[in-house]
């Protein structure tokens, strides 16, 4: 039996983690002043003073992995959390069973901290979304103890379903974004980056219908389903020569005939359809679709086209005001971030939060929780997401998030910054006109 030929790029990881490990830290600037320096004291030692019980309930979301819109115990522990702590939850939310609402303060600005507590399927929480939990958790804790004290308001949302099920997209039509002027959480990796870009995702399923027949006996009375998925399969396949650079496309067959001697009558395949930029990611999504129109064509079968069998993920606008930011909060807890494009932008994936960040400004930082070169979404980076250095992160990121969070709310001039960011970077987006 012969085995799969492994891939040897351990030269090229190795450079790159030199390159990551020789960077140093980027300048951190901000023109903005921020909180006052007794609130953001204040802010910091509450999340320390909590940091022990921040850290077990990380480990407890990460004992206890739940998939998307299945994550009772996690949402139940969070919403525990908060109570124990005096907050009023409102759980279920958004009409969602496992989203999760509190808010603190009064009136306008108000920032909404993310928590996302979903797992994947076999691996747990590879992606460490127990992290991101407790910091959005513990970064909302401790502003709502001294947000009085700037004005505004802070709230938490639990968003379910990250990993394919769209959460965010869902919260957003359910109004849960209408009355917020900014959205901030992180992400564990194995390395602290201010600003990483994500880029956009559709899912697309294709059925072909073909006509069955003996196979031996009378193969020219059948159309063969399974021939037309197999031209599309390749059709894609000659497409990536002539993508952008940051384009993605990889899929699977879902169905390919019931006997070898019974010519297909119906196959399927489903595809992630990924790029940076929502025009250019509509220009992919027309070629996908002329392939598999052609594909059904050539074999003489019919096609069924689905977009968007899980909510669409848009790219990430990430706000560079706001982003500073937490790049100067996160220093102050001693974290080195890495200059802009060290980590190869090409090395990414796609989040909801990309839905967020084209309806309110947003910020999705990257938080070290592993040694460099760990990827997200294996076994060996859910063990790194309730070690030490994840138990750190969580208090560090609480901190950094709390903090950005509260110079929002007290500065009105990096308020303006963030808002003309936003605006030049598109304003707000009608997600649902272009998305229904």
Same mark, same amino acid.
């Given at each position: ?15 790159l ?6 960077a ?19 802010l910091?030692?509450?999340v ?18 739940e ?6 115990h ?21 009409? @969602?069973d496992? /989203? &999760?609402? %509190?808010?603190? +303060?009064?009136g306008?600005? #108000?920032?909404?901290? *993310? ?17 991101i ?19 505004g ?16 997209e ?5 109004g ?13 990796f ?25 196979a031996?006996a009378?193969?020219?009375l059948?159309?063969?389903? @399974?021939?037309? /998925? &197999?031209? %599309?399969?390749? +059709?894609?396949?000659?497409l #990536?020569?002539?993508? *952008? ?45 002329a ?15 689905t977009?968007?069998?899980?909510p ?9 005001p ?5 790049a100067v ?13 060290v ?6 994936g796609?989040t ?7 309806? &309110?400004? %947003?910020?999705?930082?990257?938080i ?6 760990v ?20 208090v ?10 509260l110079?929002?709310?007290?500065d009105?001039?990096?308020r ?21």
């Amino acid at each position: 039996m012969s085995t799969p030929t492994p891939p040897d790029y351990t030269e090229f990881l190795q450079r790159l983690v030199a390159r990551i490990t020789s960077a140093g830290g980027a300048a951190v600037q901000s023109p903005y002043d921020g909180a006052p320096a007794a609130v953001a004291d204040a802010l910091e030692a509450a999340v320390v003073d909590a940091g022990d019980d921040l850290v077990a309930l990380s480990h407890d979301i990460h004992a206890h992995p739940e998939l998307g819109y299945a994550e009772h115990h996690a949402a139940a522990a969070v919403a525990a959390f908060l109570r124990d702590r005096g907050h009023e939850v409102t759980a279920p939310a958004y009409g @969602l069973d496992t /989203a &999760v609402h %509190a808010r603190a +303060g009064e009136g306008r600005p #108000r920032v909404a901290f *993310l928590a996302e507590y979903d797992a994947l399927p076999g691996i747990g929480h590879a992606c460490g979304h127990n992290v991101i939990c407790t910091t959005a958790v513990g970064g909302f804790l401790a502003a709502a103890a001294v947000v009085s004290q700037v004005g505004g308001s802070v709230e938490l949302i639990g968003t379910p379903a990250e990993e394919g099920g769209g959460g965010k997209e869902v919260i957003a039509r359910a109004g849960g974004f209408d009355e917020v002027d900014a959205a901030v959480m992180l992400h564990p990796f194995f390395a602290d980056i201010a600003s990483h870009p994500f880029i956009g995702v559709r899912t697309v399923e294709a059925v072909f219908t073909g006509m069955s027949t003996h196979a031996s006996a009378m193969p020219f009375l059948g159309r063969n389903a @399974l021939d037309a /998925a &197999v031209q %599309a399969y390749t +059709g894609i396949a000659q497409l #990536r020569q002539h993508m *952008l650079p940051t384009d993605r496309v990889h899929g699977i067959f879902t169905d390919g005939g019931q006997k070898p001697n019974i010519v297909p009558e119906r196959a399927a395949v489903e595809f992630y359809v990924r790029s940076a930029e929502p025009s250019t990611l509509a220009e992919l999504c027309r070629r996908v679709d002329a392939i598999f129109e052609g594909a059904a064509a050539q074999a003489g079968c019919g096609v069924e086209v689905t977009w968007d069998v899980t909510p669409v993920y848009l790219p990430t606008r990430l706000n560079g005001p706001l982003t500073n930011r937490y790049a100067v909060n996160a220093a102050r807890r001693g974290r080195q971030l890495l200059p802009p494009d060290v980590v190869p932008a090409a090395m990414t994936g796609s989040t909801d939060l990309g839905n967020v960040s084209v309806r &309110v400004p %947003a910020i999705h930082p990257m938080i070290g929780v592993a040694p460099f070169g760990v990827s997200l979404h294996t076994p060996e980076f859910e063990g790194h997401a309730a070690s030490p250095a994840a138990d750190a992160a969580v208090v560090d990121g609480a901190v950094a998030l709390g903090l950005t969070a509260l110079d929002y709310l007290a500065d009105e001039g990096l308020r303006r910054a963030v808002a003309d960011d936003f605006d030049a970077a598109g304003g707000r987006m009608d997600v649902e006109a272009v998305y229904p």
